[in-house]
């Protein structure tokens, strides 16, 4: 079995996306993959999670233990669950334990682990990092656009020498379906 690592929101948004998410987790299910996420039982992380059980997927969860002690943790039904010290620990074993990255709408959280993939994906080009794997980052509404405008900025400028390959940007839930079965399953 393959694991998509998910990574998102603990909020909840006020755009729809749940229907997307929805669409995700029965393809992902279908395909015989789980998803591994932070471990959260709010927002958009709650809802993922609880969704892909609801369809019969296996679903891993690696929390931090700040917010575990405060009750935002999802291990009473999920498959697999780990609490971790730091966010640093926690980034580490939701990228080792997925097949594949997926990024969906979320804030400065989200971000960093977009952005800890992103640099490691980088180093590995030139030779020295140690992740092999697609990133999908999922565009929704535009939602990551100017973000995806400051990297090519990055480039355009001399201080990234390109955007990592592994790198896939959609627009649509049914591209990030479409690439994901393109180059994962």
Known sequence: MKFA????????????????IDKFCNFLVNSNTGIVYGGGNRGLMG?????????????KGVNLKLFHDQG??????????EVEDTLYIRKKKL???????VVLPGGVGTADEFFDVLTHLHMSEI??????????????DNYWSDLIAW????????????????????????ELISEIKENEI
């Open 127 to 140: 030779g020295g990092g140690v992740i092999n794997k697609k990133l999908y980052l999922y565009n929704k």
């Open 72 to 81: 935002f943790t999802a291990q009473d039904y999920i498959d697999h669950f």
């Open 151 to 174: 990297i090519q900025k990055s480039v355009d400028f001399g201080m990234l020498s390109q955007i990592p390959k592994e790198l896939i940007v959609v627009n649509t839930i049914d």
């Open 47 to 59: 809802y993922i999670s609880k969704k892909h059980k609801e369809v019969g997927g296996v679903v």
């Open 95 to 101: 990228i080792d334990y997925s097949d594949f990255i």
């Open 5 to 20: 690592g998910v990574f998102l929101s603990s909020s909840e948004p006020k755009f729809p996306i749940k229907d997307d």
